[in-house]
């Protein structure tokens, strides 16, 4: 989202007026499925006149298909998923170079020596939004979450569509957690 929200920023500061918040901040208002397509709602508030509220509405061709990142491999549903879902680090895309910053993450990992072991360490005040899941206690992100998302690609049971692209990270013993869970698969 941070190059749509660079982008919207330029469009705010042609127009001669700022984006509302101090660090130049856009908020999103929301997702709204209608017609059984899918259209991303964008708010820019113009500093100085509350009342004026500029929305950029994006309808996409087709619905989404589902919100599960293991299970969803259309380009309309990993749109919308890369606006629920905060990875550790995020591009940094008007840097020149291009690079990572950390988004959850507190810092870059540590990264050992021989490039095999990278420790996030996650940012403290996190949460989750409110769900029954939760049983109305408030859920904070911890990095056993991500490790959770990820053991999901690599369960046979969802039948991930994108794990080839994990399985090229070749992240350690992920592909030996697969090679057993079909084992254990093909013994039932």
């Known amino acids: 989202m941070a190059a749509l929200d660079c982008t919207l920023s330029r469009l705010a500061a042609r127009s001669g007026s700022r984006a509302a918040g101090s660090d130049g901040s856009i908020s999103l208002v929301g997702a709204d499925i209608a017609g059984g397509a899918a259209a991303r709602s964008l708010s820019v508030t113009v500093e100085g006149d509350a009342s004026v509220r500029k ?3 994006y309808a996409f061709p087709a619905a989404e298909s589902g919100f599960d990142p293991a299970q969803v491999t259309d380009l309309y549903s990993n749109t919308v998923l890369a606006h629920i879902f905060e990875a550790p680090l995020e ?7 291009a690079r990572m910053r950390p988004n959850t993450a507190a810092a870059l990992p540590e990264i050992s020596a021989d490039y095999r072991r990278f420790v996030f360490q996650i940012k ?16 904070e992100l911890t990095a056993q979450d991500y490790v959770y998302t990820l053991k999901r690609h690599y369960d046979p049971r969802w039948k991930s569509g994108k794990l080839y692209q994990l399985e090229t990270a070749r992240i350690l013993g992920l592909s030996e957690l697969r090679r057993d869970a079909d084992r254990c698969e093909e013994a039932v």
């Open 55 to 57: 929305v950029l509405r």
């Open 91 to 97: 591009y940094e895309y008007l840097a020149q170079p």
């Open 124 to 139: 403290p005040g996190i949460y989750f939004a409110d769900d029954p899941a939760f049983h109305g206690q408030r859920r």
